[in-house]
Nanobody
């Protein structure tokens, strides 16, 4: 059974840091990503990683501030978020796919990140 379980969200002041964790179990995933969605906005991809090879990609709005990494022994993907801004406030979702290309098939329940000014 596939499960994606996020943790690590919370309230932080602008300029602060948070680390999100996603335990992705039940399948071997070719790619795992973090998405976020703020109220009234479309969901956007924040970062993604190929757990097997480490190939990473980032959205323009987080480049240089966020870092995605994986610990395959723990089936966990992390999102280290530094220099947080109020506009980073959103629900953050972990997503995964088995196939190399295409849509993300599996989603977590989301974790709230709130950045106060």
């Amino acid at each position: 059974q596939v499960q994606l379980v996020e943790s690590g969200g919370g309230l932080v002041q602008a300029g602060g840091s948070l680390r999100l964790s996603c335990v992705a179990s039940g399948r071997t995933f070719s790619r795992v990503a973090w998405f976020r969605q703020a109220p009234g906005t479309e969901r956007e991809i924040v970062a993604s990683i190929a757990p097997s090879g480490g190939l990473k990609a980032y959205g323009d709005s987080v480049k240089g501030r966020f870092t995605i990494s994986s610990d395959n022994a723990k089936s966990t993907v992390y999102l280290q978020m530094n220099s947080l801004k109020p506009e980073d406030t959103a629900v953050y979702y972990c997503a995964a796919r088995v196939q190399i290309m295409g849509s993300y098939n599996y989603w977590g329940q989301g974790t709230q990140v709130t950045v106060s000014s």
